[in-house]
């Protein structure tokens, strides 16, 4: 649960301002490195750009047009990384990209682009590209239209889970020592002889103001860099352009296999990806000057996205009265005139002259990178521990016991249990052991999802849930699952009025 009271003993070594996966890695790392660490969030954990992506861990397919050979490489390496350390939360996702007789890019060039994506890879490639007949496509891809099908390709990424990848990087700070806390607001820094020495801090929850000393700040804000820079030093020009990316969940699963669609308007491509028992179609990508607080989709976004379905589906195949649910969030790219969709999504870690350390642009992918580079700029007397060998989160590592074993001995439905497993990882044990003094934590929260009323007291005591949006968008993710009794969302409720 949170504490608050913990953060007004003594200076921390780094304040990390931004709760999203870089600003969780980052404090992470810096835990993990020995440093007293503080992270604040002004909302909860991941409730911006962190919760609201593709939920796609990737070498980035679409650089290569671009010839941005070295982010894809960094990617794909960094992709093996992710597979390796949170198992549970990212998965490998075979994807299909269909190619139609007068497409911008042709069938051969198709296939020498994931030809070149796997070379890239080299040996963290985990799974081989091929050419699929268009027979064979028609038949993975039901709806798909076949009139001037020439075939398509196939290749390999991998699939996550954002919010939570973002959470057991903040749980696995804190494990290590860190002090962390969402629904805290930095309304200011703190300056000594001109440079920053902490913040004062607003906690939205209790209504009460307090300072944080540190000696090194870190900005980690994303979309909001800009609005930060302006309060600490003025009129600057932007560090970050921000772009608005929508996504459709969508009733069904088209595939078992990810779907990419190469667009006619703006020369971009945007998924269908088989999400929890559904579909997840997105994304757009225009630009966006407005409050990064107030982004949402808007009608033209949706039109966009089912203009394209159309016109390699077959009418009737999407139905707009089959969404669940729309997200829209915003992409924090190092400020550049052009194309939103050519602009490098590299990073830069940019010192101000207060001393104050500002994250810029990246992608999901690399956030362990960022948070390395990041702590290059505070630590430098001494070699980080190195992360390449290994950085897990929280609920990392193996789990030896069989689902149908852990089942039998908990009184739970087999499929109840492997939902846990791959939801916490070697965690839900923790969450099991919830059920053991009250045995009606295992009743069932609602019939639209295999969570269990347990998740709901865990989520509040461990994962420093607050609201019932935090539980049933990011830590449980009942957003993405049609529920017409809305029993789920007044458990919860109940539940956080406790």
């Known amino acids: 649960m949170r504490n608050i009271s913990q953060f007004t003993h003594g200076t921390y070594d780094v304040l990390i301002v931004g709760g999203g996966i870089n600003g969780a890695a980052i404090a992470h790392m810096a835990a993990r490195n020995g440093l007293k660490v503080a992270l604040l969030e002004k909302n909860d954990f991941a409730s911006g750009t962190s919760s609201r992506s593709t939920k796609l861990i990737h070498g980035g397919l679409r650089y290569l047009e671009t010839f941005d050979l070295d982010l894809v490489r960094e990617s794909l390496r960094e992709r093996s990384f992710l597979l390796r350390d949170a198992p549970h939360l990212v998965k490998p996702l075979s994807f299909i990209i269909p190619v139609y007789r007068g497409d911008r890019k042709p069938l051969w060039m198709m296939r020498l682009g994931v030809w070149l994506y796997d070379r890239l890879a080299g040996k963290y490639t985990i799974g081989k590209h091929r050419f699929i007949p268009r027979d064979e496509l028609l038949g993975l891809m039901p709806g798909l239209k ?3 099908l020439l075939g398509g390709v196939s290749y390999y990424d991998a699939q996550m889970d954002d919010a939570r990848l973002v959470l057991e990087n903040v749980l696995s700070a804190q494990a290590r020592g860190a002090h962390v806390a969402n629904y805290v607001e930095v309304r200011s820094f703190l300056k000594k002889d001109g440079k920053a020495a902490g913040v004062l801090a607003f906690d939205t929850i209790g209504e009460r103001e307090f300072e944080i000393s540190a000696r ?16 600490e030093e003025g009129n600057v020009p932007p560090l970050v352009r921000t772009t608005k990316g929508i996504h459709v969940v969508y009733q069904g699963q088209i595939s078992d296999h990810a779907l990419i669609i190469p667009t006619t308007q703006d020369k971009r491509v945007f998924f269908v990806i088989p999400w929890m028992g559904n579909s997840l179609i997105g994304t757009t990508d225009t630009d966006y000057t ?17 203009r394209e379905l159309r016109r390699v589906f077959f009418e009737g195949t999407f139905k707009k009265e089959k969404i669940i649910t729309i997200f829209a969030g915003l992409r924090p790219l190092v400020h550049k005139e052009g194309e939103p969709a050519k602009i490098s999504r590299d990073h830069v870690i940019k010192q101000a ?76 044990k923790d969450v ?37 949006e935090d539980i049933i968008k990011r830590r449980l993710s009942l957003v993405y699952r049609p529920c017409r009794s809305g029993q789920c969302v007044r458990e919860i409720q109940r539940f956080i009025a406790r």
């Open 432 to 468: 099991l052991r919830l059920t053991q003094n009250n045995p009606a934590l295992k009743e069932p929260l609602c019939t639209c999802s295999p969570a269990i009323k347990a998740q709901v007291v865990y989520a509040i005591q461990t994962e420093m849930a607050v609201k019932d």
């Open 353 to 428: 002259y207060s001393g104050i350390i500002y994250v810029m642009g990246g992608k999901y992918t690399t956030y362990r990178k960022i948070a390395e580079d990041c702590l290059k700029e505070i630590v430098r007397s001494k070699p980080l521990v190195d992360t390449r060998v290994g950085f897990p989160v929280y609920g990392s590592g193996e789990i030896t016991e069989s689902a149908p074993d852990v089942a039998g001995q908990n009184g739970l439905n087999v499929d109840v249990v492997k939902y846990l497993m791959d939801l916490y990882g070697t965690r839900y």
């Open 146 to 148: 076949g009139e001037g």
């Open 216 to 231: 090194k700040v870190v900005c980690a804000v994303g979309p909001w860099t800009n609005l930060l820079m302006h309060k």
């Open 290 to 306: 407005a409050d990064p607080d107030r982004v949402a989709a808007d009608q033209e976004d949706i039109d966009y996205l089912f």
